[in-house]
């Protein structure tokens, strides 16, 4: 298997519901001892892109941002919490599929499909999430039990905070020693 680069393109919350999701975040993980002090960064992931050549990168650029320029910002809405099962063992924050989310995230999809990049398989399959603790990065694997008992003690909780999408980044899939963005893309 040849090796591939890797992007996540995701746009990161402002406003109220960040400081929630920090302070969960942050409940979550000292409870639990998942990571070692540094938190993953809380993003909502709207498309993972992965590409052969590292050239097709100026390509990737280009495409995105004519995507983006097409685009007014927009809300969307997170409603409560949703869960990831084994091997991610993920909580997230639930964010409810906007037509304009679905507008945007279907189109980069396609469009990047047909320029030979590798993304999901439908863009139909997605459930747009904001993880608050997961397994990736994880300093250590949370037991069935603890992933079980933390989704419990959220998924009761009424959570319902708008938020509004202004800009895309392409992220590195890495954050330590720090976070790495390729680009931004604004929204018209």
């Known amino acids: 298997m040849e090796n591939l680069n890797t992007l996540y393109l995701v746009t990161v919350p402002q406003g109220p519901i960040i400081k929630i999701a920090q302070g969960i975040q942050t409940y979550l993980a000292d409870i639990y001892k998942i990571y070692d002090g540094n938190k993953p960064p809380l993003h909502m992931t709207i498309e993972v892109?992965?590409?052969k050549k590292k050239e097709a990168i100026n390509l990737l650029l280009a495409e995105l941002n004519e995507i983006c320029s097409q685009h007014s910002k927009f809300k969307v809405l997170a409603k409560g919490f949703s869960c990831f099962k084994s091997p991610y063992k993920s909580v997230n924050i639930h964010i409810e599929p906007s037509k304009e989310l679905l507008s945007l995230s279907n189109q980069i999809n396609k469009?990047?499909?047909s320029k030979g990049f590798l993304v999901r398989n439908s863009?139909?399959?997605?459930?747009?999430?904001?993880t608050l603790v997961s397994t990736t990065f994880a300093n250590r694997e949370w037991s069935e039990e603890e992933f079980q008992q933390a989704y419990n003690f959220l998924k009761n909780y009424d959570l319902e905070e708008e938020f509004e999408?202004?800009?895309l980044q392409l992220w590195y899939p890495?954050?330590?020693?720090k976070l790495e963005i390729a680009a931004e893309f604004k929204l018209k």
Do not use: A, N, R
């Open 174 to 177: 890495w954050y330590k020693p």
């Open 111 to 113: 469009t990047l499909k």
């Open 49 to 51: 892109i992965k590409y």
């Open 123 to 130: 863009p139909d399959d997605w459930k747009f999430h904001i």
């Open 165 to 167: 999408v202004e800009s």
